[in-house]
C-alpha cells in the first residue's frame, strides 16, 4: 500500500507531528518519516517519540495520531504515476491481485475502497493475531483466499520489510523505486526484480 500504490508520506508525516504536539515533542521531517514507515504504526510512533519516552505517553501521541489521520488520510495522499493503469492492465489480464500491509487494517480497507474500488480481490492491513510483515503468515492467508499458490504469485513492494517478507514466504520479490526506499537498499535485500515504472511489471508477470 503505502509506498508502493500510494504515496501516502505526506499525510503520514502531518499525523506523526499531531500526534507527537500532543506531548510536546519536536516535529519530524518528511525524511525522518520515509525512513521510519514499513512495520505499522506502533513502530513509527515508536521511532517518531523522542529515545526514553514512555510507553504510556507513546500510546497517548499513537491515539493522537489515530484520530488525525482517519480525518486526513486523504488530503495529500494519491497514487503513484502509472499505478492505476497498471491495475486496469493486470485485471483486463485475467490476474489475480491483492494488497497486504503493516499500516492497520481499518485504514487498508477504506483506501482500497476510495483509491482501488474496482481492482482488488483481498485487501488485507495489520490484524490481532496475524504476525506482521515480514511474518509470511498474511501472505499463506491471502493466497489461501484467492485460491492460488506461492509458486504462482509475486510480491511488489518498496522496502526492505518487503523483500524480506517475499523471501519468507517463498515468493518471488519485485522492488519498486518510486517508493521510500532507493534502488542500492532493494538491491541489498536480494530483490529478484527491481523495477522503475508500473507498466515494467507486466512484462513479469505475463
Known sequence: ????????????????????????????SLEEIRQFVGNGVGVLLRNAVPEGTSEADMEVCLEAFKAHYAKHWQDKTKPYDGILQLLADLKASGKKTAVISNKYDEAVVQLCKDYFPEFFDAARGERAGVPRKPAPDGIYSILEELGSVKEHAVYVGDSEVDMETAKNAGLVSVGVTWGFRDRELLEEKGADYIIESPAQLLEIVK
Open 1 to 28: 500500500m503505502d509506498g508502493t500504490l500510494l504515496d501516502t508520506l505526506e499525510d503520514l508525516k502531518d499525523a506523526v507531528n499531531e500526534g507527537l504536539s500532543v506531548k510536546g515533542y519536536p516535529a519530524r
